[in-house]
């Protein structure tokens, strides 16, 4: 029997640790285990210089100073620092936030905290092709507006917002900028400057680092940006984020920018490929969409609805064979259809039978072949099969192997 693994395509989902990164944080379990706001002594001042280095990579990839980088324990935790950060720290001189309706869970959640506080959030919609309307986004602003934030990629759809214009109309008026880029990271230039971004949220599992590691970038001028702590205790991360560093992680975190910043125009370039000719013959199937723009999206990630399927009858025959998900992978256990697709002006129907493919640095052509025939068969035998109300048979990757 062949016990080969389904072909992995949920990379926007999470990624395995790269070896490299790995041998890199292994000394930080036992070497140099230090704790590295320990000064006074060589353990700490090792644990410290890990620290320091990963903390200039980060800094240097987004065109940031070191002192700018505050660590967390993910980009959940960054949105909620600079969201509800920002709120408390300028709540006398407004409460009304911008955001998007297609944002990640982790900056609508601490926004709806924020509205039972007595803030006011404008929830700007998106076109068809998942961007925002800069229009829109012009008339939400108020005299009381303090923050808009708007995610430079979008998790299920890959949708690239316009993020240097949205910087430039909140640099014009004042008012702070906070974009989430957990998943843009690594995969687009990002430049905190020429962007006009004042706070940006990273993460190091979407680009082949450990997961439980974050970072959040905080202006310190032009404008200076001030924000009220969340956690608090011994007084790490310039008193934002108080906590003992966890340093093999924040090790990893550095490796894995540094790796996927040296290889993003090649790994674009080749991952964009093989995203096209998966769409490109996927596209031959009657009744499939393309959710969110053709062109101005993630070269790792395609996004289809289709139609005639049960969706969650689909994605559980494909498991065998592929690993993807149908939407954002922190709202699996939400039987509801994905707010993301529905906010495109999708049925529901649709919405339900949605697939996102995430390609990854060990996605290869042959997976992309064997992976179109697979959701072919899949799309066809879902379809004949609800015709017929039967149950549909899964699929298991043996049966695709040459």
């Known amino acids: 029997m062949n016990s080969q693994r389904p072909i992995y395509l949920d990379c926007n989902a999470t990624t395995p640790v790269a070896p490299e990164v790995m041998a890199a944080m292994l000394p930080f379990f036992t070497e140099y285990f230090g704790n590295p706001s320990s000064l006074s002594h060589a353990y700490g001042w090792e644990a410290e210089a890990g620290v320091k280095k990963a903390r200039e990579i980060l800094a240097g990839a987004i065109a940031a100073e070191p002192s700018e980088i505050i660590f967390t324990s993910g980009a959940t935790e960054a949105n909620n620092l600079a969201i509800k950060g920002v709120a408390e720290a300028y709540m006398s001189e407004g409460k009304h936030i911008i955001t998007v309706q297609t944002e990640h869970s982790a900056v609508l959640e601490p926004c709806r905290y924020l509205e039972r506080l007595g803030f006011s959030v404008t929830y700007l919609p998106v076109q068809p092709d998942g961007l925002i309307d800069l229009q829109d986004l012009e008339n939400a602003f108020r005299d009381d507006t303090i923050l808009v934030s708007i995610m430079a990629a979008n998790n299920e759809i890959g949708v690239l917002q316009p993020i240097e214009q949205i910087g430039a109309r909140c640099r014009d008026r004042n008012i702070i900028f906070h974009t989430d880029a957990a998943q843009a990271l690594g995969k687009i230039p990002l430049n905190v400057q020429t962007m006009h971004i004042d706070l940006l949220s990273m993460t190091a599992h979407k680009l082949y680092g450990p997961k439980g590691i974050g970072a ?22 310039r008193g934002l984020r108080s906590g003992t ?58 996004n289809v609805s289709i139609e005639g399927v049960d969706g969650n009858a689909l994605l559980s025959g494909l498991r065998g064979a592929i690993a993807l998900s149908s939407v954002s992978a922190c709202s699996t256990t939400n039987p509801k259809p994905s707010h993301v697709i529905k906010a495109l002006g999708r049925s529901n129907e649709l919405a339900k039978a949605t697939l996102r493919f995430g390609l990854g640095r060990d996605t290869c052509e042959k997976d992309v072949l064997k992976t179109v025939k697979v959701v072919s068969d899949g799309i066809r035998a879902a379809r004949l099969n609800q015709g017929n109300q039967r149950p549909f048979r899964k699929i298991r990757q043996d049966n695709y192997d040459d």
């Not at 970038?217 to 009220?228: E, I, S, T």
């Not at 975190?253 to 996927?282: K, P, T, Y």
């Open 216 to 237: 959040l970038y905080v202006r310190r001028k032009n404008p200076r940006v001030q924000l009220a702590p969340q956690i608090h205790g011994g007084g790490q991360e």
């Open 245 to 302: 560093l966890y340093t093999p992680q924040i090790v990893g975190f550095g490796e894995a920018v540094r790796i996927v910043i040296d290889e993003m125009e090649s790994e674009v370039n080749r991952i964009g490929e093989l995203r096209d000719r998966l769409w490109a013959q996927l596209s031959e199937l009657p009744g499939i969409h393309l959710n969110g723009h053709s062109t101005q999206r993630l070269a790792n990630n395609l």
